[in-house]
């Protein structure tokens, strides 16, 4: 059975280092500029370096974000940003502009071309165009479902990516402009204030206020993913350069000790162990987006009111002395003798 790569976020170097050991093969994160998250830490050019150091020791892939939709201004610097990413080493490089394509031919060449999910790529007919290109990988829109990507699947060589778990976006592939108009912050270049997920208020034709929001859930499509690799899908995909050190090796964890299961053994004898770990760690709702067939209503928040996560991360362990049996913890959270830990 092929081998598919599960590809993790990494907001910071610490959580690079976690998704590492705890299975990815490989991550992708932004520069502190060129890329979508500008909330997130983001890396300098000396992390990138020793992010790339420490990934490529355990035989880990990195994947660099220049995924904005770049005005004028955003062009300043790259050139000299993309030799100097060429010259440490990355992988490859997540793009959505044209122009951004261009110059990463042109002053990265040795570096992996991949064109990000804000692009829409959501068809055949584009796929081959951008082969033309000379492109590496497509990560698809979310909006697809499987059969269409198995139909994509077996009519091009590229490889292909695809988003298996987390946030989803109101607005095709990312593309919105609510926060522009919202909160004043820029969306496609990194600003994206998430303004789909806030609560509001609906008036009825009755004049009553009903609570309302307009953003789906989150995606999870753990239950999916035997079928996925049965595709031939190159790269599975995890949202959430947001998100914590726990959430990021936990979702992690998960999936790699799912995906290594069936592809030693076929099968998945339970998956219920898997879901029941899984919603120890989320705070949102999940469903399966688009991959199987049109969104129903049932997977959209109407209702402001989101779960909280039902376990609290009480910290990283720093050392194990196994002579005294002695723990070195870095607390995160409150706890107390008779408290049960994971």
């Not at 201004?73 to 992988?91: H, Q, T, V």
């Not at 009480?314 to 409150?334: M, P, W, Y």
């Amino acid at each position: 059975m092929k081998k598919v790569e599960l590809l993790i976020p990494a907001g910071d170097l610490e959580r690079l280092k976690y998704a590492v050991m705890y299975g990815a093969d490989a991550v992708y994160f932004g520069g502190i500029n060129f890329s979508l998250r500008a909330k997130a830490s983001n890396f300098s050019l000396e992390d990138i370096e020793e992010g790339v150091k420490f990934a490529h020791k355990h035989k880990v892939k990195v994947y660099v974000t220049l995924n904005i939709v770049p005005h004028n201004e955003d062009f300043e610097g790259l050139k000299e940003y993309l030799k100097a990413l060429s010259k440490i080493g990355i992988d490859g490089l997540i793009i959505t502009s044209f122009a951004y394509l261009d110059l990463v031919n042109k002053y990265a060449k040795n570096v992996e071309k991949h064109i990000s999910t804000q692009s829409s790529v959501i068809n055949s007919d584009a796929i081959k165009f951008y082969e033309n290109l000379g492109v590496d990988r497509i990560v698809l829109g979310r909006e697809l479902n499987l059969d269409e990507i198995k139909a994509i699947k077996e009519k091009t060589n590229l490889k292909l990516e695809v988003f298996i778990h987390g946030g989803m976006c109101a607005g095709l592939s990312g593309r919105c402009i609510l926060s522009n108009y919202m909160a004043d912050r820029d969306a496609n270049r990194g600003g994206c204030a998430h303004s789909c997920r806030w609560n509001y208020s609906l008036k009825l034709e009755s004049g009553k206020l009903h609570d309302f929001t307009m953003g789906s859930k989150d995606l999870s499509a753990l239950g999916l993913i035997p079928k996925m690799i049965d595709l031939g899908i190159d790269s599975l995909k995890i949202e959430g350069r947001m998100k914590s050190v726990y959430y990021i090796a936990s979702i992690t964890r998960i999936y790699r000790a799912l995906i290594d299961e069936y592809l030693e053994t076929g099968e998945i004898a339970d998956f219920k162990i898997y879901e029941e770990e899984l919603r120890s760690v989320e705070s949102r709702e999940t469903a399966t987006g688009f991959l199987e067939g049109d969104i129903e209503s049932n997977e959209q928040y109407f209702d402001p009111k989101l779960e909280n996560t039902p376990k609290n991360f009480l910290g990283k362990v720093l050392d194990f002395d196994s002579k005294t049996n002695i723990v070195t913890l870095e607390q995160r959270n409150n706890f107390k003798i008779g408290d049960e830990v994971e």
